[in-house]
């Protein structure tokens, strides 16, 4: 099955510095990387996500890039912000390994604490 | 719209009971999730509906788990009879079909704790 690894697990920033979280997943059928943050005593909110056939995707402040060859995928978030402090999970899904895309492989979770 | 519902939000009861979280999907949602998170293992999915139907229940950790969803509305997630390592926050999530990767909606999540 897919196996997600997510880098780092704790992340402090300065506000108004770039946020960079990275992930590596195992299986190259995978095809869709969403990206997901938690905020305390809620569950986890999709905030961006990007598909295979895609090398980056920016919204606003953040942006995803994919690198199907290496199979690794990071985060990027600019101008951090007090508000961005939150726990991000990474995951990957395959479609034809079960669940048409449903099954998501989430990662263990990047801490981000940023500072005033 | 109310999001994903789900309750209780904490429960916090003894080693043996049974232990029922419920959930209510957001409306017009064909796809329902059940999740577990604890700092060991992160987020497993447990199981999953499609139009109330089960599809895969692969990630349930064994036969004192359970989950039925007897309509489009409500789903509920049993623990009977319960163990302190059942202890993590279950999360419902729902979403959409008409896609191949449409977002999961996430509810807050029911705390349990097991004594």
């Known amino acids: 099955g897919e196996n997600v690894e997510q880098h780092p697990s704790t992340l402090s920033v300065q506000e108004g510095d770039s946020a960079v979280i990275k992930c590596t997943y195992s299986d190259s059928a995978s095809n869709y990387f969403p990206w997901y943050k938690q905020e305390l005593g809620k569950g986890p909110q999709l905030i961006i996500d990007i598909r295979s056939n895609v090398g980056e995707k920016k919204d606003q402040r953040i942006a995803v890039t994919l690198n199907k060859t290496a199979k690794h995928f990071s985060l990027h978030i600019t101008e951090t912000q007090p508000e961005d402090s939150a726990v991000y999970f990474c995951?990957?899904?395959?479609?034809?390994?079960?669940?048409?895309?449903?099954?998501?492989?989430f990662g263990t979770g990047t801490q981000l604490k940023v500072e005033l | 719209d109310a999001g994903v519902i789900q309750s209780p939000r904490h429960e916090v009861t003894e080693m043996g009971q049974e232990v029922t979280l419920r959930c209510k999907p957001i409306?017009?949602?064909?796809?329902l999730f059940w999740y577990r998170q604890t700092m060991m293992r992160g987020l497993e999915l447990l199981i999953y509906?499609?139009?109330?139907?089960?599809?895969?229940d692969s990630g349930m950790p064994e036969d004192r788990f359970s989950a039925k969803m007897p309509n489009a509305s409500f789903s509920t997630l049993k623990i009977q009879p319960s163990e302190p390592r059942d202890s993590a926050v279950y999360f419902c999530?729902?979403?959409?079909?008409?896609?191949?990767?449409?977002?999961?909606?996430f509810g807050p999540g029911t705390r349990l704790t097991v004594l």
């Open positions: 509906f499609n139009n109330n139907v089960p599809i895969d």
């Open positions: 995951a990957a899904t395959d479609p034809l390994g079960g669940g048409g895309g449903n099954k998501l492989t």
């Open positions: 409306s017009g949602h064909d796809y």
């Open positions: 999530a729902s979403r959409p079909s008409g896609g191949s990767y449409n977002e999961q909606f």
